[in-house]
């Protein structure tokens, strides 16, 4: 059981790690444009983020799985650096599209609740406007590091999506989710309850991690 648990175990943090990786490099510099600049359109953009944040994961595994498949936009093309349904590549990108909006919308609040005046004067101090950027980002840090453990709670207990484009294939595509709904079909609850405590843990660390980082104390 214990090599099975584990191989569980390093996939499902592997494939939410990459999507998670993604969607930060993705999803801060958004987030930092939508929070600081004025344009046509923004409010669009943020209602589509927002509309995002609480898209049904499983409707954003049927899109990748029709995107992916043979007769699909990306599938269609057989390009060799685009993944195939039923790998830990199309999960990357069905977790990549359901943490990004959370990632770049909490980034995107963290900045707005950051003094409007705190960029003027960086750059009245001689700062390009990306020092200023980064500047704003380093005061908004703590709201930055929340939209990151977010988006990593958003897609390591998810289920849906990558049940439909990974296939739950195992020592292929099997993470803690789907190997949870499979073994409780088979009658293997001790395997079950072994992967269901693993992904409590990691859950409870990333919302340990955001009560720290928000500065909230355990016995309030």
């Not at 046509?40 to 799985?65: E, H, S």
Request: aromatic share 8%; proline share 4%.
């Amino acid at each position: 059981m214990l090599p099975a648990l584990t191989e569980i175990i390093l996939l499902s943090l592997q494939v939410s790690g990459i999507a998670l990786l993604f969607s930060t490099i993705i999803g801060i510099p958004l987030g930092a444009i939508m929070g600081l600049h004025r344009f046509k359109g923004r409010k669009l953009v943020i209602a589509l983020l927002y509309t995002g944040m609480g898209f049904p994961p499983v409707v954003v595994g049927l899109f990748v799985y029709i995107l992916l498949s043979r007769s699909g936009f990306l599938g269609s093309l057989n390009w060799s650096f685009i993944p195939s349904l039923f790998t830990p590549g199309a999960m990357i990108i069905a977790q990549t599209i359901i943490s990004f909006p959370l990632v770049a919308g909490f980034t995107m609040a963290a900045v707005m609740g950051v003094d409007p005046n705190l960029r003027q004067q960086v750059i009245s101090l001689g700062a390009t406007s990306r020092q200023a950027v980064w500047t704003v980002l380093m005061e908004a840090k703590v709201g930055v590091m929340v939209s990151i453990i977010a988006g990593f709670g958003g897609i390591i207990s998810e289920v849906g999506a990558v049940m439909l484009v990974g296939g739950n294939i195992e020592g292929k595509t099997r993470v803690l989710t789907t190997a949870i709904v499979l073994e409780t079909r088979k009658g293997n609850f001790d395997l079950a309850l072994a992967l269901g405590g693993v992904l409590l843990l990691l859950s409870f660390i990333a919302n340990v991690a955001m009560l720290r980082l928000q500065g909230k104390a355990f016995d309030e």
